[in-house]
């Protein structure tokens, strides 16, 4: 799409009152992040905010679902975390999670499992050092709440995204003070997938401070 169609859909997310428009809109805009060049376009024309705004002044789940959705592609990808952050788009994020629309919750547990892939991915790289971006806003209290959700493809997300922000080692404090630690454990055990099972498993093992809690408990 060119730069002057997506500044009309912007518009609209901006201006738009009717809730039939403010939905098409932010479905548009949800399939436009689906693609790495839309995105940073996206977010270049102050889409973190406009897409913020528009989570606030609908309560429609099918648009909240959208703009989840639309958040939760641009998660992926790293070099937008910052701006998203600053945006609001986290906090927005978190706030449709409010929404007893199961499907508006997927899409939050997406778009949280997205930055924390993305993130770490960068943490075992050696590009980033510190604390994870997700933790300032409550993510991490949220996803502990929701992990045992009766949607397994939620609950997915939701396990996902834990398992990844423990790999970063700057957040195991959080971790263990917020009872992260046990919900590790947890799915290290439980969970329904054997690939996340693993995955929790190595996180726990390659953890030092994890492993002095855990045998200090013992």
Request: net charge neutral.
């Amino acid at each position: 799409m060119n730069g002057g169609g997506l500044d009309a859909l912007l518009m609209l997310l901006q201006t738009a009152q009717n809730a039939t428009i403010l939905r098409v809109a932010s479905g548009a805009v949800a399939n436009l992040a689906m693609n790495e060049t839309n995105q940073g376009l996206i977010m270049s024309k102050g889409g973190a905010r406009l897409l913020s705004d528009t989570a606030s002044k609908t309560d429609d789940p099918q648009t909240l679902r959208m703009v989840a959705g639309a958040i939760a592609n641009l998660c992926g990808n790293v070099t937008l975390h910052t701006a998203l952050k600053q945006g609001g788009g986290i906090k927005a994020l978190l706030g449709m999670a409010r929404s007893a629309n199961a499907d508006v919750i997927a899409q939050v547990a997406r778009g949280l499992a997205n930055f924390a892939k993305c993130e770490t991915r960068e943490v075992i790289q050696g590009h980033k050092t510190e604390h994870s971006l997700l933790m300032e806003d409550g993510a991490l209290a949220w996803l502990i709440v929701n992990s045992k959700t009766t949607s397994d493809s939620t609950r997915r997300h939701i396990e996902l995204a834990l398992c990844h922000l423990a790999q970063n080692e700057e957040n195991a404090q959080d971790f263990i003070n917020s009872g992260g630690l046990e919900e590790l454990l947890r799915i290290s055990s439980e969970s329904a997938r054997e690939d996340i099972r693993n995955l929790a498993k190595k996180t726990l093992r390659s953890n030092p401070m994890f492993q002095a809690h855990i045998h200090a408990d013992r």
